[in-house]
């Protein structure tokens, strides 16, 4: 039987097997866009773990350590030596005779007769102080320190070096010996459990007696203005110079180690400034032998932060220089000792 179209229901053409659709559109488009937003999204992550974004318009780029001047070469025990670092403690003429009441800080004057006549530029901090300073060296220098946080030392380093002829390894294993490159707690308030020193750079700010005697850091605190000052570093005081300064801090204590006869090289020389540096006395001696290992292993292997001290290179400083010096304390010790014992005895006598 025939069936009437026009009285059959409309049906919607998308009901209809076979019925003409619209095209849909290509997915090629939205494919092409879904890639090229994950490769941006992919370039934006790497940046972003790179620190090419992400750093604050203030932060500074990263830097380099500056460069090393020379190798040092590991020095060897000889009568030139011995000589060398003898002459520069003064042997004979007080300084280590005085070690027993600490350091000296001597300055020098020019030439051959420098260290012949070495004239105290500072007070001397008190036996017990250096005893009690003592404890601290192997705890400051077992510390961990982020790469970041040296980058702001080095522009300082740099200056101090070319301002005052210090090689600037020098002053920085000091810088580590003293604050663990500033990290120690009470680096940048207060002073030391001794009460004596502050700062980046342990300055004693205590030692002068107020009547024309000097502390060491009124002797060396105008430092900052022979070098120019970066415009950016952590720490910045609001008023200079201040102990608490890194910049004020590294600059004097580069003019200091300048006075007591240190240069570019890392030798006999540079024993006697760390020497001086920390004081005249057993701990003193084990303080430069460890603060010249220390540089001179950064010269032959680079700088590195947080490497230790090679034994065998203590070991090979502390025989050429460490171990004349040590047994010149011990020989002028002994006489003093029996001096001692004959006035304690004399005074029981009642004579």
């Known amino acids: 039987m025939k069936i009437d179209d026009s009285t059959t229901p409309a049906v919607p053409d998308a ?6 659709l619209p095209t849909p559109p290509s997915e090629r488009g939205a494919w092409l866009l879904a890639l090229a937003l994950g490769g941006l999204g992919l370039a934006v992550l790497v940046a972003v773990l790179t620190g090419v974004v992400g750093r604050t318009s203030t932060e500074a780029p990263h830097m380099a350590p500056p460069a090393v001047l020379v190798a040092a070469v590991t020095p060897t025990p000889s009568a030139a030596q011995s000589a060398s670092v003898l002459a520069g403690v003064a042997v004979g003429q007080g300084s280590v005779a005085g070690s027993n009441t600490g350091s000296s800080h001597a300055a020098r004057g020019g030439g051959s007769a420098r260290r012949s006549h070495r004239t105290a530029i500072v007070a001397q901090p008190s036996s017990a102080q250096q005893q ?3 404890r601290r060296l192997v705890d400051q220098t077992e510390t961990a320190i982020p790469t970041r946080w040296m980058e702001g030392f080095y ?7 070319s301002t005052f002829g210090v090689n600037w390894l020098l002053i920085a294993s000091i810088h580590k010996q003293e604050s663990a490159f500033s990290t120690a707690p009470t680096t940048y308030h207060g ?11 342990q300055f004693n700010v205590t030692n002068g007696n107020g009547r024309g005697t000097p502390s060491t850091w009124d002797l060396v605190s105008d430092s900052y203005k022979y070098g120019k000052r970066p415009a950016v570093y952590d720490h910045m005081t609001a008023t200079h110079p201040s102990i608490y300064d890194d910049f004020d ?10 006075a007591d006869g240190a240069e570019y090289a890392l030798n006999g020389a540079a024993w006697d400034a760390a020497y001086d540096y920390y004081g005249h006395d ?7 032998d460890e603060v010249l290992a220390r540089a001179m292993g950064w010269s032959q292997h680079s700088f ?3 490497c230790g001290v090679e034994a065998a290179m203590v070991e090979a400083v502390q025989a050429a220089y460490g171990a004349p010096v040590l047994a010149a304390l011990e020989a002028e010790a002994k006489p003093q000792a029996v001096t001692a014992t004959r006035s304690a005895k004399r005074r029981r006598r009642g004579g």
Do not use: D, K
């Open 249 to 258: 801090a590294i600059m004097a204590a580069a003019h200091l180690l300048s």
């Open 15 to 20: 009901q209809v097997p076979g019925a003409h």
């Open 304 to 306: 590195c932060i947080n």
């Open 132 to 134: 009690l300073a003592a």
């Open 282 to 288: 057993a701990t003193g001696v084990s303080y430069a």
């Open 155 to 161: 522009p300082i380093y740099a200056t101090a070096q």
């Open 191 to 201: 002073l030391n459990f001794a009460g004596c020193c502050g700062g980046p750079m």
